[in-house]
């Protein structure tokens, strides 16, 4: 019913950027929050920003001042620009949308995008 299709996942070197994106497409009535998170392997999955439809955000310390959410409302899109990437960030970077349907408030995940930062 909803899908979440995450891009721009890739191989770059510390100290590089990338653009994550995430289109949210399906039957909806509206999107409320969305959220990137990630997931090295053998590690707990992390939250590393959110962002509310107003565009008010919030970020883990981890990533404060690198990494910046941001939303297009129109498109049912949201970003993840990550800048001075640190082989620390590598991981699976997962979005995830609260959207309404009928009513109701529903979670849904993508299928993930992955991000490898060399040293």
């Known amino acids: 019913q909803v899908q979440l299709v995450e891009s721009g996942g890739g191989l770059v070197q510390a100290g590089g950027s990338l653009r994550l994106s995430c289109v949210v497409s399906?039957?909806?009535?509206?999107?409320?929050?969305m959220e990137w998170y990630r997931q090295a392997p053998g590690k707990q999955r992390e939250l590393v920003a959110s962002?509310?439809?107003?565009?008010?955000?919030n970020h883990a310390d981890s990533v404060k001042g690198r990494f910046t959410i941001s939303r297009d409302n129109a498109k049912n899109t949201v970003y993840l620009q990550m800048n001075s990437l640190k082989p620390e960030d590598t991981a699976v970077y997962y979005c995830?949308?609260?959207?309404?349907?009928?009513?109701?408030?529903?979670?849904?995940w993508g299928q993930g995008t992955q991000v490898t930062v060399s040293s």
């Open positions: 962002i509310t439809r107003a565009g008010s955000t």
């Open positions: 399906g039957s909806f009535f509206s999107i409320n929050g």
């Open positions: 995830n949308s609260d959207v309404m349907i009928q009513g109701k408030q529903y979670r849904y």
